[in-house]
């Protein structure tokens, strides 16, 4: 009879384990080492922890054996996990120094408590097991469209049951709006998947542009085979949406593809997202005619680009405006994040206003600086001249062929201009010279007697003090609100107005390190390969970031 109950209690134990491997779809082995362990430490608190104990369970017939450990050694330091060579021979007459020698102990009796802290050892040990399973399975699933059904709501994020782990749609990730209830069937994107303390946490979207971008390759059969690519996609989530693609084989229109036989294929994303309305439009590597593209429904009549602020201003029919803009900028806000350009619209009437302003102030400009009338500053400024600097360092001839002008004129002309920018630098070096600004400042690459004095007013007087400036700093910053409507809002830089990009501050920062040695000079050199040329750029951030 006790061997029958015995036998009974090892098929339990295997048929037990078997049932939470396949619960928790794990593997057996995890879940038989876990009572391992649990048996394990029972033991070792019945014949006292100092013990080395070891339990193997036979995975076919549920036997549990326990046995003590004792290693063999010349003189023994600790009875309970060292024995010396003569009582080991006794044992096992081959036994060798550095052998281990086991010993079976009987089967172990559990208590109610050892039974409780056996349980536990088990339960944590599976836990572990399945969320490393969990795990291990989402992390290559990022970047993936999961289906499941609502679990429940808290505090507006969605909890979502995927089948064999759970993910969170956070509130600020859902389509605004929308509205789920308990048993729900959801699709959403995985974006990411972290190891967390109370778990892998599944993170699911169902705002952002490449959920959108996932859902068209399901739909478009094209896109899902690579021959319509998705170049970019902005989205108001909930609202509105623009899609940029491109057809590889020139025989498919890629606008068509996506829109589908009446409209079906871009019907059944529109349903999926609550009825956001999806714009496509075809992407072109011509910026002034994707652009074009982009701000569609309105119709544009000219565009000017500024490549090196990545500006670009739009003219539209004054019965257009309010159709380019959109409600609440809505249209000009995804072009604008479509095409990666920011765009200022104007009606016919204000650009033209606009020139005839910029007209006269350009002469005006003149006519003070170079000592001229009207006319001689109106002529100039037909031919395109903008600036002092223009006109005083232009070959002459751009000037002398200027109609009613010759020769003596042009290099009259010129040297008036020279003049002037000499007397002008003259009196901002007086400036600088009067702020504090050091001398050794002209040595940093690109530095200016302008930039020189807009940096003294602001506080920034030494080499060293201009090495500690983060690029943000020079050429300031965009705040983007967290509210959706709100403006972002501009944060100008020290030198604002010098129309410095980004990269020419990052130089400048280097440029002064170097010359205080804080870093070595060949960083800004190896800028001539494009993946040096990150790595220099990283060089000149991160101590910038610590300023």
């Known amino acids: 009879m006790a ?10 134990l295997l048929q037990i384990a078997d ?92 208590g109610r408590v050892a039974a409780q802290n056996a349980k536990q050892v088990i339960v944590q040990k599976v836990r572990e097991a399945e969320r490393d399973r969990q795990f291990s399975e989402y992390k290559d699933r990022v970047g993936e469209i999961a289906n499941g059904t609502v679990k429940r709501v808290e505090y507006g994020n969605v909890i979502v049951d995927l089948g064999r782990a759970e993910g969170i749609i956070r509130r600020d990730e859902m389509i605004p709006r929308e509205n789920v209830r308990l048993g729900d069937r959801i699709r959403a994107y995985i974006y990411d998947v972290r190891r967390e303390q109370r778990g892998p946490q599944i993170f699911l979207t169902r705002a952002r542009s490449e959920f959108m971008a996932k859902l068209f390759a399901q739909e478009v059969p094209e896109i899902y085979d690579g021959v319509v690519e998705i170049k970019s996609v902005a989205r108001d989530p909930g609202s509105r949406a623009k899609i940029a693609v491109i057809s590889k084989d020139s025989s498919i229109d890629p606008v068509g593809a996506c829109v589908g036989m009446r409209g079906a294929r871009v019907q059944a994303v529109v349903n999926e997202l609550q009825g956001e309305k999806v714009d496509i439009i075809q992407w072109n590597p011509d910026a002034a005619s994707f652009i074009v593209n982009a701000l569609a429904p309105a119709e544009v009549t000219k565009v000017v680009l500024d490549e090196d602020s990545n500006r670009i201003e739009v003219v539209v029919p004054e019965a257009q405006l309010s159709l380019a803009i959109g409600r609440r900028g809505q249209n000009v806000r995804l072009a604008s994040q479509l095409t990666g350009w920011d765009i200022d619209i104007l009606t016919e009437q204000e650009e033209s206003e606009r020139r005839q302003k910029e007209f006269a102030e350009r002469t005006q400009l003149l006519m003070e600086s170079l000592d001229v009338d009207e006319v001689i500053a109106q002529l100039l400024v037909t031919e395109g001249f903008a600036t002092i600097e223009e006109v005083a360092f232009v070959d002459l001839s751009e000037i002398s062929h200027i109609e009613g002008f010759d020769e003596n004129t042009a290099q009259e002309i010129q040297n008036r201009a020279r003049e002037y920018l000499e007397q002008q630098e003259a009196e901002r070096d007086a400036k600088r010279r009067e702020l504090g600004v050091a001398d050794d400042m002209t040595e940093i690459q690109g530095m200016t007697t302008a930039m020189m004095v807009a940096l003294g007013e602001n506080g920034i007087k030494t080499v060293e003090d201009f090495a500690d400036c983060a690029t943000d700093e020079l050429v300031g910053w965009t705040e983007r609100k967290k509210e959706k409507d709100a403006e972002p809002v501009r944060h100008k830089g020290y030198l604002d107005g010098f129309e410095l990009s980004r990269k020419d501050a990052e130089d400048m920062i280097l440029s002064a390190r170097v010359l205080l040695g804080w870093i070595e000079p060949e960083a800004p050199a190896a800028a001539e390969g494009e993946e040096e040329a990150d790595e220099a750029g990283n060089a000149g951030d991160e101590p910038a970031s610590q300023a």
């Not at 061997?3 to 339990?12: D, F, H, K, T, V």
């Not at 876990?34 to 006292?48: H, L, N, P, T, V």
């Not at 309970?80 to 021979?89: P, R």
Request: charged share 35%; with cysteine.
């Open 3 to 12: 061997m029958a109950g015995i036998s009974a209690n090892r098929l339990e």
């Open 19 to 110: 049932a939470v491997a396949r619960e928790k779809t794990i593997d057996k082995k995890i879940v038989i080492e876990a009572m391992e362990d649990a048996i394990q430490k029972a033991a070792k608190s019945r014949y006292g922890a100092e013990n080395d104990i070891r339990c193997e369970i036979d995975p076919k017939t549920g036997e549990a054996r326990l046995t003590r450990v004792l290693a063999v050694v010349e003189a023994v330091e600790n009875d309970a996990t060292q024995i010396n060579l003569e009582d080991a021979k006794k044992r096992n007459p081959q036994a060798q120094i550095g052998d281990l020698i086991a010993e079976t102990l009987p089967p172990l009796e559990f």
